[in-house]
């Protein structure tokens, strides 16, 4: 089965500009999740879509950052405006419905703010 | 809230074993998971402890006491291949979120 698509794989960006990603996760798979990847350190839960409602958004800056997820499948993440601190790996994974421990990751997208 | 605590970095040479140990503090613990990142790459499921005991997938193992808060993840015959970092990640009741650890880089070396 295909895995999980992410795109772009590469983002370079000015602070104050806005950006945005987009995920497919896996046919099928009920639950989405964003995560931000610092260097280093490991993965942060950044948002939580079960279906197309939010599961969990506590962790996510809405000050600056926004997610959907469509219909129940794809999935964008917005940072608008953008700042230093917001340099990291941003990955989305998928899991079946019920299945939380075994998450499927996207390649994830490296974002560099200058 | 929750913490998890692995070593940062382990080195060792090919054919050896290694362990990785996690102890963590919780709220709600459902159970523990382990994943592997390549460099640059996805971060993959490698096993998941919900019981206390030992897990055993190939040439890598996973262990959890629940009483004792710790599990470890065991990999043996190393290849180079396993050069990676591994993170433990403590799955919670409550809300079922996944947080992980901060990783240990594991370099094996010839």
């Known amino acids: 089965e295909a895995g999980v698509a992410q795109s772009p794989r590469y983002k370079i960006i000015e602070k104050r500009q806005s950006v945005a990603f987009w995920c497919n996760p896996i046919s099928g798979h009920a639950t989405l999740y964003w995560y931000q990847q610092i260097l280093g350190q490991g993965p942060k839960l950044l948002i939580q879509f079960q279906n197309n409602g939010v599961v969990d958004d506590s962790q996510l800056p809405k000050d600056r950052f926004s997610a959907e997820r469509l219909k129940g499948v794809d999935s964008t993440l917005k940072i608008q405006p953008a700042k230093l601190e917001d340099s990291a790996v941003y990955l989305c994974?998928?899991?079946?419905?019920?299945?939380?421990?075994?998450?499927?990751f996207g390649p994830g997208t490296r974002l560099t703010v200058l | 809230g929750q913490s998890l605590e692995q070593p940062s970095e382990v080195t060792a040479v090919e054919g050896a074993i290694v362990q990785i140990n996690c102890t963590y503090q919780?709220?709600?613990?459902?159970?523990l998971s382990w994943y592997q990142q390549h460099d640059g790459g996805a971060p993959t499921f490698l096993s998941y402890n919900a019981l206390d005991g030992l897990e055993e997938t190939g040439r890598f193992s996973s262990f959890l006491s629940r009483s004792d808060s710790y599990g470890y993840l065991l990999l043996q015959e190393l290849q180079m291949k396993d050069s990676a970092s591994y993170f433990c990640?403590?799955?919670?009741?409550?809300?079922?979120?996944?947080?992980f650890g901060a990783g240990t880089t594991v370099t094996v070396r010839a």
């Open positions: 919780t709220s709600g613990f459902y159970g």
């Open positions: 990640a403590v799955l919670r009741s409550n809300d079922y979120k996944l947080s």
């Open positions: 994974a998928s899991s079946p419905d019920g299945l939380y421990n075994e998450q499927f």
